[in-house]
């Protein structure tokens, strides 16, 4: 489980946030009535080709399960026609993200059938846009914990992802790990940013010079925020909070993903107080600029 659905609600009830004039300016609301509704939606994925997003909705009706995948298309250049995708299960489906080929479409899930807890898996996506059937990632990424927010390097040779079932620094921590042609194999921790706190739902900005990525004392109980950290050529350094209004101490910001199709965008979850259609909404804004190194992805063993 990431988070409690009902806390989450009441706390992002209480949140002081920043007034609607600077927000505007900022940053702007995805979809709004289509993609960010009255429900709570959490990590929005563009298709490389721009023509679909993909998002995670806790509570939306119609799905198949509790927490579900949902798609848009964008018609007459707006997001249009949303539905639960056809890969749902019973249990839990989320954190999507597509391939920066195209080709596939990654995402957790609890479903039977997996290591334990909440497992990495991805489904093809056919030419006529539709998904073949699911695939676990197996035993490379995959413990009897949980693993969430999958994240593909641009070239398709590293996966990036948060587990609790590698051991690490505490709690959830960012693993990397190498494709060795079959598989996703020998997760090692991100360098320079996992404590003992959770740190999960991260974006590799600048195919890895950059880092964003979210952090909550206790995931389950306590507020989320996102930060931001470059890397000095062996590690990711002095993270600090992402540059956005609504990105507070108190909040509950989380789910960063790079837009393939525009990456000089980066869409996040969370809620500010104007634009705003629910619980939890998908908003666009500027990435930052990564104005680090190479040389931090899958290279050190250490936190």
């Not at 079932?165 to 320079?192: E, N, Q, S």
């Amino acid at each position: 489980m990431r988070f409690s659905p009902s806390r989450l609600s009441a706390c992002l009830a209480l949140c002081v946030l920043a007034g609607s004039a600077y927000a505007l300016s900022e940053f702007g609301i995805e979809g709004m009535g289509v993609v960010s509704t009255q429900h709570s939606e959490v990590r929005g994925a563009v298709s490389p080709d721009g023509k679909r997003i993909v998002w995670g909705s806790t509570d939306r009706s119609g799905g198949t399960g509790g927490w579900d995948l949902w798609q848009a298309r964008l018609i007459d250049g707006r997001w249009q026609r949303p539905e639960p995708l056809t890969i749902n299960s019973k249990s839990n489906d989320f954190d999507p993200l597509f391939s920066a080929d195209g080709r596939w479409l990654y995402f957790f899930s609890n479903r039977s059938g997996g290591r334990g807890g909440d497992d990495l898996y991805r489904a093809a996506v056919r030419d006529d846009g539709s998904y073949a059937a699911v695939e676990n990632l197996g035993p490379g990424v995959n413990s009897p914990g949980d693993e969430w927010a999958p994240t593909p390097s641009r070239d398709g040779r590293h996966l990036l992802f948060a587990s609790n079932g590698f051991g690490g620094a505490g709690r959830h921590d960012l693993f990397v790990a190498r494709w060795d042609g079959k598989a996703f194999v020998d997760p090692k921790p991100v360098p320079g940013v996992n404590t003992a706190d959770d740190e999960f739902d991260a974006a590799w900005l600048g195919d890895g010079r950059a880092i964003v990525f979210a952090r909550s004392k206790n995931v389950e109980n306590d507020p989320i925020r996102l930060y931001l950290a470059q890397c000095d050529g062996a590690r990711y350094a002095e993270a600090a909070p992402l540059a956005l209004s609504f990105n507070t101490d108190s909040g509950y910001t989380l789910g960063p993903t790079l837009d393939w199709n525009k990456p000089g965008e980066l869409l996040i979850s969370g809620s500010a107080k104007a634009p705003k259609a629910g619980k939890m909404d998908l908003y666009r804004m500027k990435a930052p600029a990564a104005t680090g190194r190479d040389g931090c992805i899958g290279l050190a063993t250490s936190k």
